[in-house]
T-cell receptor, first 109, second 112 residues
């Protein structure tokens, strides 16, 4: 079983819609959690870190549920430019990051 | 700052050939790592380094060697290329273990 699981999608949503992605992780000792964004044929870039108290950055809200071992990302008022693959990333002890396979989002006019 | 740079951008090898993928960063980051990304597999860690002279294996190290003689450079060597090593390779660096990882633009490698 992969350590970080995501629904690959694709999620097709119209502009202005709200969309949510979930991600589950298997290691209860995981310490840090992130969402990265990857555009087609480009490198991943950090979208936001995920904290136990939840955090918000503009139209993006990330939440962590340690008891159920899942992480969520909510995107409000979707823009065409939000079309990308969203990678759920978990760090256990040490340095190594564990990446989910990504969830593909396509925002249509 | 150029950030994280990788060369070459594209490479085609024949089975059995060896080559080195170059990675450099100018942000004075201690941590550097190599990932490979395959369709349907996500990114997988090959090797990483927590400072000059220190390297360690990741999830999929077989067939690859690394060294870290300077803070800036972290080359990845393919010893004897195999078709299974066809992939997109990303180098990343970060200031610390829990800090944002910055990725290079990637090297697209095809092994025939």
């Amino acid at each position: 079983r992969k350590e970080v699981e995501q629904d690959p999608g694709p999620f097709n949503v119209p502009e202005g819609a709200t969309v949510a992605f979930n991600c589950t992780y298997s290691n209860s000792a995981s310490q840090s959690f992130f969402w990265y964004r990857q555009d087609c044929r480009k490198e991943p870039k950090l979208l936001m870190s995920v904290y136990s108290s939840g955090n918000e950055d503009g139209r993006f809200t990330a939440q962590l549920n340690r008891a159920s071992q899942y992480i969520s990302l909510l995107i409000r008022d979707s823009k065409l430019s939000d079309s990308a693959t969203y990678l759920c990333v978990v760090r256990n002890s040490g340095y190594a990051l564990n990446f989910g396979k990504g969830t593909s989002l396509l925002v249509t006019p | 700052n150029a950030g994280v740079t990788q060369t070459p951008k594209f490479q085609v090898l024949k089975t059995g050939q060896s080559m080195t993928l170059q990675c450099a960063q100018d942000m004075n980051h201690e941590y550097m790592s190599w990932y490979r990304q395959d369709p349907g597999m996500g990114l997988r860690l090959i090797h990483y380094s927590v400072g000059a002279g220190i390297t360690d294996q990741g999830e999929v190290p077989n067939g690859y060697n690394v060294s870290r003689s300077t803070t800036e450079d972290f080359p990845l060597r393919l010893l004897s290329a195999a078709p299974s090593q066809t992939s997109v390779y990303f180098c990343a660096s970060s200031y610390s273990g829990d800090d944002t990882q910055y990725f290079g633009p990637g090297t697209r490698l095809t092994v025939l």
